[in-house]
């Protein structure tokens, strides 16, 4: 096949009629038309290569091209192919590992299903014991004291803020578990998003967007068609055969379980460049402690003689850590917003469980609020997503295009055209030519 090829040393280009390649600039302001392929074949693309002189062609000054060579791209061992693929295969084992912690937290919510008999302090009491296992041995292994003057001194009271408000988030999850339906306890106790921002508003300052508020409203509207309370919906809606004494403060205990989840999101942001094995250690301490006391001034500790609970409690904690651990290690791979879509899964998983294993078929009720919840928690961790984008990309101009008027998206994309000339280098036009 034969083509036309130009060498332009102003530019530091070859140009063909398919692509650009890139090549070191050289200071000599001429195009040499090379129309054999042979010479083209033949010719050290390094190297000077002297025009005919009998044949000079002005070319117009043009700035480098900022779409990617094909040729690099199709190169296997090039740095730039290496590199995204590495990053792509990041941001496919944090997606991994966010739908693996959502899993490993649904079988939590079995065993503990399945354990209702069981004192909920008694069973956070064992699921912190073998909870600080895990977080003690990394911290030796990697010889890190837990302990040091200089990490108290700096981030002591936030660890222990983040332990207590953990136990308060453990506590009021089981006790929404063992109250109520499993489906009904993991949409509400899934709500925890939606109040972060109203947490990080207060606390971190950060700020306050309208959607925020609407995902409030749609939240507890989720909330309140899953709970289904007789004094708003009546005794047909609710449910007129179950103790209602009890199941209300199920319904209480989901919500504080996810508000406390929010403020552990709060602390967790005031110290996300700290290693996750002291946080983990500390929280597992703090659990242990408080969870022993109240368990033996309740005298409820009971003899454990089956193996399946042993087995059971075991798994309880085991499965804590690695949940925990998977969205840490989740959370560093991928953006906060993309995580908190996939915990989505939770409450698929529930509704699976609930069905298949408890044999309960869940309210139509309890599906519209559930589906509410999630819509709400995806859309907002979208546009989360989104907003972090560049002012130039489509995606973003897309979406606001979707939700802001005519004027605002012009403006938009003026902005995003200035950064990126601004961000271009500039290219100075060598002097015309003539024969």
């Known amino acids: 096949m034969k083509q036309t090829l130009f060498k332009s040393k102003s530019l530091g280009q ?20 090379l129309f054999d392929h042979k010479e083209y074949l033949d010719t050290d693309i ?7 002189t009998n044949c000079v062609i002005p070319i117009a000054p043009s700035g480098p091209s900022d ?12 740095p730039a192919s290496k590199g995204g693929f590495r990053k792509n295969l990041k941001s496919m084992f944090g997606i991994f590992l966010g739908l693996f912690s959502g899993l490993c937290n649904s079988f939590i919510s079995l065993l503990v299903k399945f354990n209702d008999t069981r004192s909920i302090f008694e069973v956070s009491t064992y699921r912190f014991a073998v909870m600080i296992i895990p977080p003690t041995l990394l911290l030796i292994y990697h010889k890190k004291n837990p302990f040091a003057w200089k990490l108290v001194r700096s981030v002591g009271w936030v660890l222990v803020l ?25 949409v509400i106790m899934f709500s925890s998003p939606v109040f972060v921002a109203i947490f990080s508003r207060i606390f971190l300052k950060e700020p306050f967007r309208w959607s925020h508020a609407l995902a409030i409203v749609v939240t507890l509207t989720g909330c309140i068609l899953v709970s289904r309370p007789p004094a708003i919906f009546g005794t047909l809606v609710a ?22 989840t929010a403020s552990v999101y709060v602390t967790i942001r005031h110290m996300k460049n700290l ?34 609970e042993i087995g059971a409690f075991f798994g309880v904690g085991f499965l804590a850590w690695l949940s925990s651990e998977s969205m840490v290690r989740a959370l560093r791979l991928e953006t906060a ?8 899964g939770d409450i698929v998983w529930a509704f699976i469980w609930q069905i298949t294993i408890f044999k309960m078929m869940p309210h139509y009720f309890s599906i519209i609020g559930a589906v509410l919840v999630v819509l709400c928690v ?21 979406v606001e295009r979707m939700m802001r008027p005519a004027n605002k998206l012009k403006e938009i994309s003026c902005k995003g055209k200035a950064r990126t000339k601004e961000q271009s280098p500039p290219v100075a036009p060598g002097p015309a030519l003539h024969q």
């Open 14 to 33: 070859v140009e063909t009629g398919l692509t650009n390649l890139s090549f070191p600039a050289r200071q000599c302001p001429y195009v040499i038309p």
């Open 46 to 52: 390094d190297k000077s290569v002297r025009p005919p």
């Open 67 to 78: 779409a990617p060579s094909p040729v690099q791209d199709a190169a296997p061992d090039s």
């Open 162 to 186: 983040r332990g207590v408000l953990g136990c308060g988030a453990t506590f009021t999850r089981y006790y929404a578990l063992q109250k109520l339906p499993l489906a009904d306890a993991s």
């Open 239 to 260: 449910e007129t055969s179950v103790d209602w004494n009890g199941r209300i403060w199920g319904y209480v205990a989901s919500i504080a379980s996810a508000m406390f």
């Open 275 to 308: 290693d996750s094995n002291f946080v983990l250690f500390y929280m597992a301490v703090i659990g242990l402690i408080v969870s022993a006391i109240v368990t033996g001034a309740l005298n409820q500790f009971g003899p454990m003689n089956d193996p399946k």
């Open 337 to 344: 917003s993309l995580i908190a879509l996939l915990r989505t």
């Open 378 to 398: 995806s859309l907002l961790s979208i546009k989360e997503s989104i907003s972090k984008l560049p002012a130039e990309s489509r995606a973003r101009l897309f």
